[in-house]
């Protein structure tokens, strides 16, 4: 299925975004469990071993264990959570244009591009950086500027300034609807969320279990949203119907 690829208001963007995640809800969800199922049991287990060895029942193992958690953390947030993000992209940008995905085509197109999207993402974090340091203003601008910069990675095969001029050309102008967007997102994702841990407070294990599968369909439903929005910009900047941008977009077997 191809989905409709125009000028959309922000509603439909959400409406669509959330249309996408339920129409393949096991793929995305899925490829989101990636980075959330790992970073639940290391939330689970840092307290444990860090009362273990606050009361020291255990050996000299306890330390050891928080040391090889806090890895495993880093690990999972400085590569699986970046790449299951990349997948989850690459696997939205073929559904959208009607052609034929799965997790293994999806993570094979993110593992291709890892390094370019990595060194795009550090890139445009320092620059960020510098324009905070500079001034406030300057750096939240620039951080809107590069709302879409690894959609243009993943999707258009761009890296680095290069990536980032293109991020800024398509976000000329739609800085504002990004905000509103990310901001719409964040609190349906506060509400749903509280709204769990407030319905189970007394059942820690599974309340933990409960709040893992939230934070993975949420992060499923915010990147279907930004694609959405990203196949939204290119049709207003670039004026593409959905032929051109499927010819204009690189075919899967390019990574």
């Known amino acids: 299925m ?42 689970e287990a840092f307290p444990i071993a860090a009362g273990i060895f606050a009361r020291g029942e255990g050996s000299p193992a306890s330390p050891l264990a928080l040391v090889l958690l806090s890895l495993v953390a880093l690990v999972v947030l400085g590569v699986v959570a970046p790449l299951a993000s990349a997948a989850m992209t690459a696997a939205l940008g073929d559904i959208y244009l009607g052609r034929p995905t799965g ?37 939240l601008w620039l951080i809107f500027a590069y709302f879409v910069s690894s959609q243009v990675v993943l999707l258009e095969g761009l890296s680095g300034m290069a990536a980032l001029r293109r991020s800024s050309e398509l976000m000329r102008g739609n800085k504002g609807r990004a905000f509103v967007m990310a ?34 369909v949420s992060m499923a439903y915010l990147i279907a949203v930004t694609v959405v929005f990203y196949f939204d910009l290119r049709c207003r900047r670039d004026t593409f119907d959905l032929e051109e941008l499927a010819r204009s977009s690189p075919p899967r077997g390019a990574y």
């Open 183 to 216: 901001l719409a997102v964040g609190l349906l994702q506060a509400v749903v969320s509280g709204a769990t841990a407030a319905a189970l407070p007394s059942l820690p294990l599974f309340g933990a279990a409960v709040g893992t599968v939230v934070s993975t």
């Open 103 to 139: 997790v293994g085509p999806a993570l094979h197109r993110a593992w291709a591009l890892f390094i370019p999207l990595a060194w795009t993402t550090l890139l445009s974090y320092g620059i960020i950086a510098l324009g905070m340091v500079a001034l406030i203003v300057p750096g």
């Open 2 to 43: 191809a989905y409709e690829i125009r000028p959309m208001s922000l509603g439909e963007i959400l409406q669509t975004g959330l249309s996408v995640l339920c129409s393949h809800f096991w793929l995305l969800v899925g490829l989101a469990a990636i980075t959330y199922v790992p970073l639940g049991v290391v939330q």
